[in-house]
């Protein structure tokens, strides 16, 4: 079945440190893929999206490239900040089947140090 | 993009009395809603799929006469749980799913987050 497979946190980085948070996928076909957010205390926040390969979504400094060749879509910020800091899921859905929800991985948790 | 509700966020109750979680779509129609369930620094666990006008489907473990889901209209799902017991103390979730056309290449699944409710179980 689909599966999705991140990094295991925590991550602690000092503020303005160049951020990777690795994601890699097993899916039929062609999944979209979607990196999500959760500050503390609260629901997840799409942060970005890519719904073919080669697609980069991008959103708040945030970058992530979908790869089908490594089936990856890491996410990458040049320079994070403090505020950055929050738990961070990587998640595809599956084209073929409509009602089924998005595939999680656990989750990194990111803390961001002044 | 989207948004989806939920009320209460926080919840405090005694042992034993139900309480329910409702989880609304402000600006889109959500044939399909899921519900899930988050422990402290641990990944999202889905309960259950909510379907407008049918019943749920459930994950294999989660109890449907505990953790009751009625999906009455295209904006509105709701969870009870019903005699509640501290065990059921959690943060719980509730997602629209919304389908997006990408023209002659079908489409993709995206999912909508309310902001959680945090049961507390006395």
């Known amino acids: 079945g689909n599966s999705v497979t991140q990094m295991e946190g925590p991550v602690t980085l000092s503020e303005e440190a160049f951020l990777t948070i690795n994601c890699t996928y097993t899916a039929t076909g062609y999944p979209s893929l979607f990196w999500y957010v959760q500050y503390p205390g609260e629901g997840l926040q799409l942060l970005l999206k890519a719904t073919k390969a080669d697609d980069k979504g991008s959103n708040k400094g945030f970058e992530a490239t979908y790869r089908k060749e490594t089936t990856s879509f890491h996410l990458e910020k040049g320079s994070v900040q403090v505020s950055d800091s929050a738990v961070y899921f990587c998640a595809l859905s599956d084209p073929y089947s409509g009602n089924t929800p998005l595939v999680f991985g656990k989750g990194t948790r990111l803390s961001v140090i002044a | 993009g989207a948004v989806v509700s939920q009320h209460p966020s926080r919840v405090i109750c005694k042992s034993g009395t139900s309480v329910k979680i409702e989880c609304r779509s402000l600006?889109?129609?959500?044939?399909?809603m899921f519900w899930y369930r988050q422990f402290p620094k641990q990944s999202l666990m889905l309960m259950a799929t909510s379907n407008e006008g049918s019943k749920a489907t459930y994950e294999q473990g989660v109890e449907k006469d505990k953790f009751l889901i009625n999906h009455a209209s295209l904006t509105l799902s709701t969870l009870t749980v019903t005699s509640a017991h501290p065990e059921d103390s959690s943060f719980y979730i509730c997602s629209a799913r919304s389908f997006n056309l990408l023209g002659l290449a079908g489409g993709y699944n995206e999912q909508f987050f309310g902001p959680g409710t945090r049961l507390t179980v006395l």
């Open positions: 600006d889109f129609q959500a044939t399909t």
